[in-house]
């Protein structure tokens, strides 16, 4: 990012970065989407977490080889649970639309903020969440065309997204910020290196496809991290947590944008709950772990 790209970006106000950050996620995500017919699902994940580990090892410039044994073994679950959760996710949304598969992700962060409540308000998002799946959960094989592994996939990620929060909040205390980040984005790449080259998606490799690759780090990792920590600095986690559970929404949008997927009126009311039991459990919790992007 040039130093001019970069004062621009300091100086918006925190509600529209988040936002900004929201769409840049989803449109990177439809992106990504596009390449699987040539790379598959977890080549383009693989290409996304190289790129963004090389984006982001030059920008905060981790010192990996002075961490102690205490500080990698904060690093590697994060890592781990930040690769998991790319890979189980581009595997979803090569099976079911991207909107419902953001929306069945949010359930491990919400799962997260409720845990341990005993408010009557939360028992509310609960039930409106749990209205939110079992509209979109394929009862039947053949239900409005569903795939039930991607279903089961998209929650998969949305498990491994609560576990990639706790232990942010574990790293984010042994290791600066950034520099945590970056070393985590590593060990995410090299978990899912390995079923990237066993496939021969590197053999596909062309300087279009490359390009577009870089497009998708940059729309789903750099910029949006960028936005989210500038907007972190100035905004409650409360605050930026309710914003973020617009992007069931967005995503459902981009996905009909770009990619053609029309959901069932009954979806889209799936969405909407999921969204409003997210920005409800945000509301009212006492300590929300803001839903930090990966």
């Not at 942010?168 to 600066?176: K, Y």
């Not at 600095?233 to 981009?254: D, H, N, Q, W, Y």
Request: hydrophobic share 55%.
């Amino acid at each position: 990012m040039s130093e001019v790209a970069g004062r621009r970006v300091s100086s918006l106000p925190p509600i529209p970065a988040v936002l900004i950050a929201v769409v840049s996620v989803q449109g990177g995500a439809a992106l990504a989407k596009g390449l699987f017919p040539v790379l598959g699902a977890v080549g383009a994940a693989g290409l996304r977490l190289v790129l963004a580990s090389v984006m982001l090892l030059a920008w905060f410039r981790p010192s990996l080889t002075r961490y102690t044994r205490a500080q990698w073994a904060a690093i590697v679950p994060y890592g781990v649970a930040l690769g998991v959760m790319n890979l189980t996710y581009y595997l979803a949304i090569a099976r079911i639309p991207l909107g419902l598969a953001v929306t069945l992700e949010f359930v491990g962060p919400f799962v997260l903020a409720v845990v341990g409540s005993r408010k009557a308000l939360d028992f509310l998002w609960v039930l409106f969440a749990a209205t939110g799946i079992v509209l979109i959960t394929p009862w039947t094989a053949k239900a409005d065309g569903l795939d039930p592994l991607g279903v089961v996939l998209a929650l998969t990620a949305g498990a491994c997204w609560a576990l990639y929060i706790l232990m942010g909040g574990r790293l984010s205390r042994r290791v600066p910020e950034g520099q945590g980040v970056a070393a985590g984005m590593v060990v995410a790449m090299l978990t899912v290196l390995p079923f990237m080259l066993r496939e021969g998606h590197l053999e596909r490799m062309t300087p279009g496809l490359f390009a577009a690759g870089l497009g998708v780090a940059l729309l789903s990792s750099a910029l949006p991290y960028t936005l989210e920590m500038l907007a972190l600095g100035k905004l409650s986690s409360r605050t930026f947590g309710i914003l973020m559970s617009l992007e069931p929404g967005v995503a459902t949008v981009m996905g009909w944008l770009f990619l053609r997927e029309h959901l069932s009126p009954l979806q889209w009311l799936a969405v909407a709950l999921v969204s409003v039991a997210s920005a409800g459990a945000t509301l009212t919790a006492r300590n929300p772990p803001p839903p930090v992007e990966a």
